[in-house]
Antibody, heavy 119, light 108 residues
Framework: EVQLVESGGGLVQPGGSLRLSCAAS????????MHWVRQAPGKGLVWVSR????????SYADSVKGRFTISRDNAKNTLYLQMNSLRAEDTAVYYC????????????WGQGTLVTVSS | SYELTQPLSVSVALGQTARITCGGN??????VHWYQQKPGQAPVLVIY???NRPSGIPERFSGSNSGNTATLTISRAQAGDEADYYC???????????FGGGTKLTVL
């Protein structure tokens, strides 16, 4: 059974940092692109970042470019999102999602982890 | 950057057909995917590549895409279909993913 389990969310002050993790199981993690998607309270889905299967290629939404870094450890079956210089508008539930090869849609999602940026 | 436009809300009578649109410039040239999200839950893929259903998704869910509009159609709507629905595409110009703003479906 495919499982994606996020962790690392919490309350952080503006300007602070946080690292999210997404533990994957039930599939060959190293064969899939992975993404982070966020959802502010009461708002819609917003794509954040993606990484290819071996970690050699990444892309980011303009709103997080230069502040967030996506990475992965295929030996540990884990996806990461390092978030620096956090702002109030980064407050959201962060989901990791698996990319369907050659389709660029998401067939499995984690349950999400809440990041709250507030003083 | 590429933008997708969805109606904020759509209402449908129980047992009738709901249609949720997703507008974008020449969206017919892109692959469109649709997600259902119920309160407090992660999104679920219901249609991929315009009109394909993942395993486990009822045949009542279908999709089409042409010109500047993609459409998610839900036939014989049930109370359990009440949810937010999002369309999504891959924007090759930015190497990124774009979501529509979401549509809240109400079953009356």
């Amino acid at each position: 059974e495919v499982q994606l389990v996020e962790s690392g969310g919490g309350l952080v002050q503006p300007g602070g940092s946080l690292r999210l993790s997404c533990a994957a199981s039930g599939f060959t993690f190293s064969s899939y692109w992975m993404h982070w998607v966020r959802q502010a309270p009461g708002k819609g889905l917003v794509w954040v970042s993606r990484i290819n299967s071996d970690g050699s290629s990444t892309s980011y939404a303009d709103s997080v470019k230069g502040r967030f870094t996506i990475s992965r450890d295929n030996a540990k079956n884990t996806l990461y999102l390092q978030m620096n210089s956090l702002r109030a508008e980064d407050t959201a539930v962060y989901y990791c999602a698996r990319d369907i090869p050659l389709v660029s849609s998401f067939d499995y999602w984690g349950q999400g982890t809440l990041v709250t940026v507030s003083s | 950057s590429y933008e997708l436009t969805q109606p904020l809300s759509v209402s449908v009578a129980l047992g009738q057909t709901a249609r949720i649109t997703c507008g974008g410039n020449n969206i017919g040239s892109k692959n469109v995917h649709w997600y259902q999200q119920k309160p407090g839950q992660a999104p679920v893929l219901v249609i991929y590549r315009d009109s394909n259903r993942p395993s486990g998704i009822p045949e009542r869910f279908s999709g089409s895409n042409s010109g500047n509009t993609a459409t998610l159609t839900i036939s014989r709507a049930q109370a359990g279909d009440e949810a937010d629905y999002y369309c999504q595409v891959w924007d090759s110009s930015t190497a990124g993913v774009v979501f529509g703003g979401g549509t809240k479906l109400t079953v009356l």
